[in-house]
């Protein structure tokens, strides 16, 4: 294409901008045919998406030429910001001066300012232009307070929208309301006229805090009025079918005979998976996974089917869900509960004691689950703590299923499936939402027994279309860039590990045997091979899944709380289930394959997308409640481990996962400098080192619900008192820099 042959023109053969006659010139020379309409009109093109630049003198060529990056920005409280592009190996920091308007989320163009400034500093940047809106309003709290307009302003309830707001009529609104602002003017500007839209509740009302930030992301709790005539019609539609329906799909296979079980955490009510386990008499095991056939009810096109969609996922928020589906569908109609009849796509598959699989049978089917398990029993089952109670028809389905779990795990250890292992933290909150207690959630057999049985099942779906060649979502993973990897190569250098393989030749296991070596303690390191990795994602292109070490895998097994995962179900039945009449829509050319790969790429992205503001929506609630438990406990002194070191500070990551910052400023014994090479903080005159890994005590000196920052000091630092807090020099740059790496603790879904 000749749009691939400009790109490589810029791109392989490395040419300076060009002049629009210099690239004619070129490709004449090369023998690359073109007409001079056609060249013109596609580099017009290519320039209003952002993938060529114009000069004022003229010269086009790609962005990075010019130094400027397309990305996304995030947007910190105190409003400057964060910049990622896949083209660099860096965040850039974008000083709030310098964020021209752009909101948490936007799409931007960015252009670096000291791109090939010394290593140990920060790369920073200005934006140039915002290409797209995250959203096309904002939250904000009402405050009281007048600009020049002569009007109540309002102000970012938490801070992330660097521009004035400019608000014409308040309505009904008082001080302390959470309101949802319709932007009525266009992005690259510093001032927004808005209107609002809707009024969340007021901040002092319990909830609110959670909901705010759910909105700011683009997640509610409203159900249309449209979704919930269609659940009526669907229930409904539903009593009146259910009995023929259950009876057809018996009579295709009949699963009455299996034990089946659920498995999972004691609060979840979205029950999608199930599980039943038989030992044949060749010494081969019988797998069951059967999965809620979501797609039975939600069908495409549908009110509930666009909402899902433009949801792409549930979103779960410590004490609160914010469900894809409504609650009808994803509680009640769709959930496997137990001792109910419910409607599943059954996938059953004989697996050898060596994890191969031997043959598989993908059908409709009803189960009925006898017990609604969860992990802490399976864990005590697995622990011999339960031998004689109500589980005694299934305590021996358990162990078994256990010795296959770990049949599986083993051959996912061979090929080098990456467990990193990081933990997570487990907020406990009371009835208005105030933290109580942090700590470290437990990981058991039986929660890494289910994961086991899942990722072999999404891996079993996505072989089994692959080979019929067919536009289908597969759920990918790059390999990690080779740069970013060479960098942590130098960090290990400096540690009591080993990392001796050549990039170039790098495979999952290579990784997978350092993570082994890693121990917990120095789980800083394994945060940042972490980082290391590429996002994985949905694609109708297979690439593989590099962190599982697979060739081939999907997201199948989890239709009520991802919209992917009912998209692969709606597939399978028209690939697989219901073949004869897809083959026959194939043979009178009735499916355009090219079309429906458009299709399915287009839900890959929008989902990608959901998912990945989905993960920040979860993790600025953490941080916030996190941030709100520690305003309870300052001037206490606790014990941590330092998990991430940069010229500003480091931070330190207490034993109930709680993180907060070290900052350089408060670093009084001596003058600290930042090593790049040894990824430390180290004084010039005594020579003392901060590294990362290194444990050490320290107090907390201030925290912040509305910032989401924690600040801490050494313990030993004689400047602080008990009694309270004693003004100290801090640079606003050094301040600043609060939170540049909150989110690299957090482990990527698979």
């Not at 070129?26 to 017009?44: A, C, H, P, Q, V």
């Amino acid at each position: 294409m000749l749009r691939d042959e400009i790109i490589n023109l810029f791109k392989v053969d490395e040419y300076g901008p060009l002049l629009i006659d210099e690239i004619k010139d070129i490709f004449r020379k090369k023998n690359i045919e073109f007409d001079d309409d056609t060249l013109g009109d596609l580099i017009r093109e290519m320039m209003e998406d952002y993938t060529l630049y114009h000069s004022k003198k003229n010269r086009i060529g790609l962005l990075s030429q010019f130094n400027l990056y397309k990305g996304y920005i995030k947007i910190k409280k105190k409003g400057y910001g964060f910049f990622q592009s896949s083209e660099l190996d860096s965040e850039v920091y974008i000083p709030k001066d310098a964020t021209n308007g752009s909101f948490d989320g936007d799409y931007c163009l960015v252009s670096i300012t000291n791109m090939n400034s010394d290593s140990s500093l920060r790369v920073e940047g200005v934006v140039s232009k915002i290409l797209k809106r995250n959203n096309d309003y904002l939250i904000g709290i009402v405050r009281k307070s007048y600009n020049d307009f002569g009007k109540n302003t309002l102000y970012r309830i938490e801070n992330d929208y660097n521009v004035d707001v400019v608000i014409l009529d308040y309505k009904t609104c008082v001080i302390g309301d959470v309101v949802r602002i319709k932007i009525k003017n266009g992005a690259n500007t510093s001032v927004i006229f808005g209107e609002i839209e809707e009024v969340i509740g007021n901040i002092n009302t319990p909830g609110v805090d959670i909901l705010s930030i759910a909105y700011k992301y683009g997640f509610s709790d409203i159900v249309s009025d449209e979704v919930n005539n269609e659940v009526e019609e669907i229930t409904k539609w539903y009593n009146d079918i259910k009995d023929s329906e259950i009876k057809r799909r018996n009579n295709i296979k009949d699963l009455s005979d299996r034990r089946i079980i659920t498995i999972d955490g004691d609060d979840a009510k979205d029950l999608d998976d199930a599980i039943s386990i038989k030992k044949l008499s060749n010494g081969n095991y019988l797998l069951g996974v059967y999965i809620a056939d979501v797609s039975f009810f939600v069908k495409e096109g549908s009110f509930i089917d666009k909402s899902a969609y433009e949801k792409g996922t549930s979103v779960y928020l410590i004490n609160k869900v914010l469900p894809m589906l409504p609650f009808k569908l994803c509680n009640d109609l769709c959930s496997l509960n137990e001792h109910e009849e419910k409607l599943v796509l059954a996938l059953e598959m004989e697996i050898d004691k060596d994890a191969k699989l031997i043959s598989y049978e993908l059908t409709e089917g009803v189960i009925k689950s006898r017990h609604r398990m969860t992990y802490n029993v399976v864990n005590q089952i697995i622990e011999g703590k339960i031998v004689d109670s109500i589980y005694d028809d299934i305590i021996d389905d358990i162990k078994l299923m256990h010795e296959l779990s770990h049949i599986i795990r083993f051959d996912k250890d061979r090929r080098g499936s990456l467990e990193f292992n990081i933990p997570e933290a487990k907020i406990e909150v009371d009835d208005n939402g105030k933290p109580l207690e942090i700590k470290k959630r437990e990981r058991g057999e039986g929660e890494k027994l289910i994961e086991d049985f899942m990722v072999y099942t999404n891996e079993v779906v996505a072989s089994s279309v692959y080979h019929l060649e067919l536009p289908f979502i597969y759920r990918v993973h790059d390999e990690p860039d080779s740069f970013k990897l060479n960098k942590f190569k130098k960090v290990i250098a400096n540690t009591a590990f080993r990392f001796n393989h050549k990039i170039k030749t790098l495979n999952p296991k290579d990784l997978q045997k350092l993570l082994n070596e890693i121990n917990e303690s120095d789980y800083g390191l394994s945060t940042m091979l972490l980082r290391m990795m590429a996002k994985a994602e949905y694609n109708t292109l297979n690439i593989g899944h590099f962190g599982l070490g697979s060739s081939c895998y999907t997201h199948y097994t989890s239709p009520i709380r991802r919209y992917p995962d009912l998209m692969v179900h709606r597939l399978l039945k028209k690939y697989i289930i219901n073949s004869e009449s897809f083959y026959t829509a194939i043979a009178n050319n009735e499916f355009e394959e090219d079309k429906y790969n458009a299709y399915l790429s287009d839900i890959a992205l929008k989902c990608s997308e959901q998912e990945r503001k989905a993960n920040d929506c979860e993790y600025d609630v953490i941080d916030m409640k996190m941030a709100e438990y520690m305003e309870d406990h300052l001037f206490e002194d606790f014990e941590g481990t330092i998990s991430s070191v940069a010229g500003f500070g480091f931070f330190v990551r207490l034993d109930n996962l709680v993180e907060g910052l070290v900052s350089v400023s408060d670093l009084h014994d001596d003058y600290y400098e930042y090593n790049d090479e040894h990824l430390c903080l180290e004084g010039i005159s005594k020579h003392k080192r901060y590294r990362l890994g290194d444990r050490i005590k320290v107090k907390c000196i201030s925290a912040s619900r509305e910032t989401k920052e924690i600040d801490f000091i050494l313990s030993s630092d004689k400047m602080y008192s008990n009694k309270g807090r004693v003004s100290v020099k801090r640079s606003s740059s050094q301040k600043a820099k609060q939170g540049l790496n909150k989110r690299v603790t957090r482990s990527k879904k698979r």
